[in-house]
């Protein structure tokens, strides 16, 4: 199985940037279609973004033209650029894989979650 860690959240003022990774290990990275997904207090688990292994991309039409997935498989890792972002975006924010199918809310395995925070 996969092993997924992220980091690069924190708190951001609307309008601002982030940069948030996912380093993956114990098994190929590039094996495993990877996506970003994200929780708010009191909210379901909602999709942002994937990508395939060639590298297709999808998005969540609330973040598309301002969040963009990328994944370095020499680097184990996933990233997700952030900007323009808005106080709705505040949220925990996990990455997930699934060597089967592009990631959904079932995806077999999880990141602990990063926190993302933007203040108004």
């Known amino acids: 199985q996969v092993q997924l860690v992220e980091s690069g959240g924190g708190l951001v003022q609307a309008g601002g940037s982030l940069k948030l990774s996912c380093a993956a290990s114990g098994r190929t990275f590039s094996n495993y279609a990877m996506g970003w997904f994200r929780q708010a207090p009191g909210k379901e688990r909602d999709f942002v973004a994937a990508i395939t292994w060639s590298g297709a991309t999808y998005y969540a039409d609330s973040v598309k033209g301002r969040f963009t997935i990328s994944r370095d498989n020499a680097k184990n890792t996933l990233y997700l650029q952030m900007n323009s972002l808005k106080p709705e975006d505040t949220a925990v924010y996990y990455c997930?894989?699934?060597?089967?199918?592009?990631?959904?809310?079932?995806?077999?395995?999880w990141g602990q979650g990063t926190q993302v925070t933007v203040s108004s």
């Open positions: 997930a894989a699934d060597r089967k199918v592009v990631p959904t809310t079932q995806a077999p395995y």
